[in-house]
């Protein structure tokens, strides 16, 4: 069956570092991915999504690209502040599979001033 | 903009006893969904509804129930409560098949003593 597979946690980096937060999934056909983020406290909120293969998603100076070469769909962003310190899900929903939407474990940040 | 509203949003259970928690949707949404969280295992579905009077297992289905009897709740329960259920517990919804954002409630915080 499909499944996502994310880095594990915590991932731990000073304020304006570099960050890749690495996903690859497994699906039989053409699914959308999902970046989620959760705040502490909070439900899931959504980061930035692709819906095709190529296709780059962004947001909040977060991008990733559908790689259907590699079944990737990494998380990156130039530099990280304090206030991006939260769980990150990487996630995948398959149109022609009733729509179940499929989570990694997510991967914990913590971002240091 | 309510959204996704999850009632309670904190409940402490003895074994044996049982509840109800419920989801409530105000975007018209056809799709919905229980997930569960807990440490180191992401959010796994318990069950989900790609419909009004429609219901289906996800991947850990047992001890619970759901029904959706309209098309904006969507209730879970539990019948005789097992420690082994203390978890967070997450509602969300979708409008339509893949690639569709799914919005997330705050979640239940349910402890099973």
């Known amino acids: 069956g499909n499944s996502v597979t994310q880095m594990e946690g915590p991932v731990t980096l000073s304020e304006e570092a570099f960050l890749t937060i690495n996903c690859t999934y497994t699906a039989t056909g053409y699914p959308s991915l999902f970046w989620y983020v959760q705040y502490p406290g909070e439900g899931l909120q959504l980061l930035l999504k692709?819906?095709?293969?190529?296709d780059k998603g962004s947001n909040k100076g977060f991008e990733a690209t559908y790689r259907k070469e590699t079944t990737s769909f990494h998380l990156e962003k130039g530099s990280v502040q304090v206030s991006d310190s939260a769980v990150y899900f990487c996630?995948?929903?398959?149109?022609?599979?009733?729509?179940?939407?499929?989570f990694g474990k997510g991967t914990r940040l913590h971002i240091l001033p | 903009n309510a959204g996704v509203t999850q009632t309670p949003k904190f409940r402490v259970l003895k074994t044996g006893q049982s509840m109800t928690l419920l989801c409530a949707q105000d975007m018209n949404h056809e799709y919905m969904y229980w997930y569960r969280q807990d440490p180191g295992m992401g959010l796994r579905l318990i069950h989900y509804?790609?419909?009004?009077?429609?219901?289906a297992k996800g991947e850990v289905p047992d001890g619970y129930n759901v029904s959706r009897l309209k098309k904006q709740n969507f209730l879970l329960g539990l019948e005789s409560a097992a420690p082994s259920q203390t978890s967070v517990y997450f509602c969300?919804?979708?409008?339509?098949?893949?690639?569709?954002?799914?919005?997330f409630g705050q979640g239940t915080r349910l402890t099973v003593v």
């Open positions: 509804s790609v419909g009004e009077g429609t219901t």
């Open positions: 969300a919804s979708s409008d339509r098949q893949g690639g569709t954002e799914a919005f």
């Open positions: 996630a995948l929903s398959e149109r022609d599979r009733d729509d179940k939407i499929i």
């Open positions: 692709a819906t095709k293969a190529d």
